[in-house]
């Protein structure tokens, strides 16, 4: 079973182009990489397979930024974007 997730990066120690080297082209997600001022930023989309969770993606994209730079920070933030939360409002059509 797949999931499907909004997976945003945020990183201090790498560029925006090994940031966009390791989301996209390591792990297969589809997005945009981005700087200011200092801070790197990756935005975008994918699937975790195979009973992988959020922390055991976090952890391989950890280790592929500190492969790079070991002094570097990196953060993730998941966002599930099959289990949102919704409201539904109107008539209740069968």
């Given at each position: 079973m797949s ?12 560029t925006?182009?090994?940031l966009?080297k390791?989301a996209?082209e ?7 990489t981005?700087?200011?001022k200092?801070?790197?930023y990756?935005d975008?989309?994918?699937r975790?397979y ?8 976090h952890?391989?994209?950890y280790k ?6 070991s ?9 599930n974007l099959?289990e949102?939360p919704?409201?539904s409002?109107?008539?209740v059509i069968?």
């Amino acid at each position: 079973m797949s999931r499907t997730y909004k997976l945003a990066i945020e990183a201090v120690g790498i560029t925006k182009e090994q940031l966009g080297k390791i989301a996209i082209e390591q792990f297969g997600w589809e997005g945009e990489t981005d700087s200011y001022k200092g801070r790197v930023y990756f935005d975008g989309e994918g699937r975790l397979y195979g009973g992988m969770d959020e922390e055991d993606a976090h952890i391989q994209i950890y280790k592929a930024i500190k492969a790079i730079n070991s002094e570097a920070l990196a953060e993730t933030t998941w966002t599930n974007l099959e289990e949102l939360p919704c409201e539904s409002y109107g008539d209740v059509i069968e």
